[in-house]
Structure formats: structure tokens, C-alpha cells
């Protein structure tokens, strides 16, 4: 039997920040002022974004959404930690790299409304936006498919010698599901640019971590495939931002894949359609509204020197213009035309199809409340 080492960065919580909004010098990657509050801008944005959007879904404009409130230091970090021409293979909670890699506000609020605006027609399921524009794939509801589609993609790019990597993520509780084990596997074996980041927020809906294994960490699980592990602090924007960087870069430089575990918390529900309070205890989520990684970072800033009361107002209140401006032209535009159903699978749309949408549109549309419905 192999023994996994106590200073093992599997076992481990890599951090940065300190509770007083200093840094360990020997950890922060020091980086530069307009990356600093780059990435304050963008986790502040996806915060509002969500409380707007969810907002919206109970008053029945839209259908459905999942907020990414307490985690929202993950998916910046990997925004500002990949190059433009890497992959991203989102679970629920990522779609937030899509706005910091510089998708249209406009284009990612059509998704969400499902609108004749949105480039995907309107096809896709609530909350599984994506852009070949910003290399972001959507992810699958059943959650573990996008692991094996990243580790396949990095290993295309590997066969093309292009020099990608891929960023899949899942969350604690699709390390129980066989595509993480298939991925994983493959990562291993084929030593292909990927890394593969588990989001370990301690609720796979209503089931604790505890009840996903009994290893001590998720991240010790990459030892089991020959793959590189490492363990951080998920509410630490600089902590994460230098593990992903590290991790991606040496992908690029080695082709040799890292499992990362970003240890967080979801602060809200599961999503627009869950009740946590049926499962969990309020003391649980105050303990960790303590630790929101929002204000950690904030802190940090501030005692940095690099942001006050006045250019945080400032802040929130373009970024609030800027969500009220966008939601103001896309919510008045009309679902896609039902003739678009057909549309993109065939060269030529055949006989059986034609006289599908013929019986179709040979009846009333439904009434429409902004593309919600689907």
C-alpha cells in the first residue's frame, strides 16, 4: 500500500489570504493592480448578475437558475488564469468564465431567456450557457459528462500538437459518477494538457460530501490515476488563481494532467428549483458566510490600498447600469421562430420533418413569457 506523505498538496488547504487581509508572502503571486481589480470587478459582477437573475426567475420571466453565490472565486480565477485559445468544460457553476473572458453581457442574458437573440436558438436547457467565441462548451444536467469531453478534447489537441489545454470541472458529488473515473483514468494513462477541477461545495444538492466517500480529501483520489493533485482553499481568489495558473501552464509545457480540489461552499440553493433549508442548517451556512470569498478579497484590497468605499460604489453601480441596461434589450425579444426547430441537422431538411413542422405551425403558438418555457 502506498503512503500519501502529511505535507502531501493533496492532504493539504494551499491559501493565500489571512483573515486580516494580508497575504503569506511566500504564496501570493503578486500580481499586477489591474489584474487584482480585474478580478474583484468580475466576481462582484457575477454576484449581482445572480441576485438580478434570480430575482427575475421567481417573478416567472425565466424558467430556471442556478447562482454561483460563495463560489464565485473559482470560475474568475480560471478566467484570469487561462490563455484565450484553452477550453472550458463548465459544470452549473462556471458559466461566469464566459463574462470575464469578454462574452457580450447581452448574448449570455439571451441564453438565459432562451430568445431569438441567443446563439444557440433557444435549444439549450436554463443555465447551460456557452460560446465558441470564448472556447466554453455547455455542460451536461446529468453531471459528469463534461470531464471525459475535456480529458478527449485535450487529448485531440495533443494528437494536433496544438498547444491547448482543456478545464473541465465537476463537483463533489460527480466524483461518484463513472465518467470521473473514466476521465481520470484516461488523464492518467495518455498524459494529456488538461486539468480537471472539482468544486467541492459540500452539497451535491441535498447530499453531503461526507456521504460521496471516505478518502480524506477528494484531491488524494489523484494519486489513484497517476495524476498530479493539489488541494486549495476555493474562496481564495489568489490562492486559486496561482494553483490553476501553475496547473495549466505545466499542462501546456508537459502534456501531464492535475486534479485540483477547491474547497468551498455554496452559500445559496442548489438552484432556483431547491430548498436547502430541508437539508441543512442555517448555523452551516453563516459559519461559511464568514469565510464569502467576496469579502476576503475585498479586505485584501483594501488594506492593499487598491480599493474604497467610493470606487466600490463606483463599481457596483456601472456594473448595476450595465445589468439593467442589458436586461432592458433582451427581455422584450420574441422566442425563436418555431421553423428554427428543424434548422442545423440536416443539409436539407427531409420530407418527414417538413410535414411535422407543417402540422405544427397549422396550430396557434403557445402564449410565451420571453423564452421561459423551455
Not at 500580481?31 to 478580478?39: I, S, V
Not at 474583484?40 to 453565490?69: H, K, N, P, S
Not at 451536461?140 to 489537441?157: D, E, I, K, M, T
Not at 498547444?163 to 470541472?169: L, N, W, Y
Request: aromatic share 8%; with cysteine.
Amino acid at each position: 500500500m502506498t503512503t500519501v506523505p502529511d505535507n502531501d498538496p493533496t492532504l493539504g488547504l494551499f491559501s493565500v489570504l489571512r483573515d486580516d487581509g494580508s497575504s503569506d508572502p511566500q504564496a501570493d503571486p503578486f500580481l499586477d493592480d489591474p489584474t487584482l481589480l480585474g478580478m474583484y470587478r468580475e466576481m462582484l459582477r457575477i454576484r449581482i448578475l445572480d441576485e438580478r437573475m434570480l430575482a427575475r426567475q421567481r417573478q416567472g420571466r425565466i424558467g430556471f437558475y442556478g447562482t454561483v453565490t460563495g463560489q464565485e472565486a473559482t470560475p474568475i480565477a480560471t478566467a484570469f488564469a487561462t490563455r484565450p485559445e484553452d477550453w472550458i468544460f463548465p459544470a452549473l457553476r462556471e458559466n461566469a468564465i464566459m463574462l470575464a473572458r469578454g462574452f457580450p453581457l447581452e448574448k449570455w442574458l439571451a441564453q438565459v431567456y432562451g430568445n431569438s437573440a441567443d446563439v444557440l436558438k433557444g435549444r439549450q436547457m436554463p443555465s447551460h450557457m456557452s460560446g465558441r467565441a470564448v472556447n466554453q462548451v455547455s455542460w451536461g444536467s446529468c453531471l459528469g459528462p463534461q470531464l471525459p469531453q475535456a480529458v478527449g478534447a485535450a487529448w485531440a489537441a495533443k494528437l494536433k500538437k496544438d498547444p491547448v489545454v482543456t478545464v473541465g470541472f465537476i463537483g463533489d458529488g460527480a466524483t461518484s459518477e463513472p465518467d470521473f473515473h473514466s476521465a481520470m483514468t484516461f488523464a492518467g494513462v495518455y498524459k494529456v494538457p488538461c486539468v480537471l477541477i472539482c468544486q467541492n461545495n459540500h452539497w451535491a444538492i441535498s447530499v453531503p460530501s461526507s456521504r460521496q466517500t471516505s478518502s480524506k480529501t477528494f484531491a488524494i483520489k489523484a494519486h489513484a490515476y497517476g495524476v498530479r493533485g493539489a488541494r486549495v482553499d476555493g474562496n481564495d481568489v489568489l490562492a486559486l488563481y496561482r494553483t490553476i495558473k501553475e496547473a495549466v501552464e505545466h499542462a501546456r509545457t508537459t502534456s501531464e494532467p492535475t486534479f485540483i480540489e477547491a474547497v468551498t461552499y455554496r452559500i445559496g440553493a442548489h438552484s432556483s428549483s431547491d430548498d436547502p433549508t430541508r437539508y441543512r442548517q442555517e448555523s452551516e451556512v453563516e459559519a461559511w458566510r464568514l469565510r464569502d470569498p467576496l469579502v476576503r478579497y475585498e479586505r485584501y484590497l483594501r488594506r492593499a490600498e487598491l480599493l474604497d468605499d467610493a470606487l466600490k460604489a463606483s463599481m457596483s453601480a456601472a456594473i448595476e447600469e450595465q445589468i439593467a441596461t442589458a436586461v432592458r434589450a433582451v427581455e422584450p425579444i420574441a422566442p425563436p421562430p418555431r421553423s428554427s426547430m428543424v434548422e442545423d441537422v440536416y443539409a436539407t431538411v427531409p420530407r418527414h420533418l417538413r410535414e411535422q413542422l407543417a402540422e405544427m405551425e397549422a396550430h396557434p403558438a403557445p402564449p410565451s413569457a420571453h423564452g421561459a418555457g423551455h
